[in-house]
């Protein structure tokens, strides 16, 4: 390990390690999980510009396509839910601890053979334009929370708050 360390010195200098110099961009504590690269320092390009808004009570939230989910989540296939999909996936939504009106994206996928919707949730986007592209939060405690909805059951299967280090 100590020689793997010594080369990297040697080949990049101590910049890998973060001495010698001052970050040129901001760190951004969501992740996008997009390629290419964007302008608001994150390192990431909007992945589509053709998500539907959708306003749920007082929730706003996106519906990802079906070509972007995968952005989202590894699946056997993908889907483009509707408007009706993702109500009845808010409906299922409950937390005895508070409240939940986090921004959302959901993203359809198939999962053993069943329709499924990922609903990501978040109540700050870091600067990233949320409306299009995916936001990935690290440790962001219960202001970030991923929950699968069975579109089958209508019922959830799994709700995770993100937690903290």
Same mark, same amino acid.
């Given at each position: 390990m100590i020689l793997i360390?010594?080369?990297?010195?040697?080949?990049?200098?101590t910049v890998p390690f973060g001495f010698g110099h001052e970050p040129e961009e901001p760190e951004c504590v969501a992740v996008s999980a997009t390629t290419g690269e964007s302008s608001d320092g994150c390192g990431a390009a909007p992945a589509s510009d053709?998500?539907?808004?959708v306003r749920i009570g007082e929730v706003e939230g996106v519906i990802v396509t079906e070509a972007?989910?995968?952005?989202?989540?590894?699946?056997?296939?993908?889907?483009?839910?509707?408007?009706?999909?993702?109500?009845?996936?808010?409906?299922?939504?409950?937390?005895?601890?508070?409240?939940?009106?986090?921004?959302?994206?959901?993203?359809g996928f198939i999962e053993a053979g069943g329709p499924k919707i990922l609903i990501n949730g978040f109540c700050d986007?870091?600067?990233?334009?949320?409306?299009?592209?995916?936001?990935?939060?690290?440790?962001?405690?219960?202001?970030? /929370?991923?929950?699968?909805?069975?579109?089958?059951?209508?019922?959830?299967?799994? /709700?995770? /708050?993100?937690?903290?280090?």
């Open positions: 360390v010594i080369l990297i010195i040697v080949l990049f200098g053709s998500w539907q808004l972007d989910a995968a952005l989202f989540v590894g699946a056997e296939a993908y889907w483009t839910p509707t408007l009706a999909d993702v109500q009845g996936a808010d409906a299922a939504l409950t937390w005895e601890e508070g409240s939940l009106e986090h921004r959302r994206q959901y993203a986007d870091h600067g990233i334009d949320w409306r299009q592209t995916p936001v990935l939060v690290l440790d962001g405690g219960d202001c970030s /929370f991923t929950a699968v909805y069975a579109v089958d059951t209508d019922s959830l299967e799994r /709700f995770d /708050f993100n937690g903290e280090a």
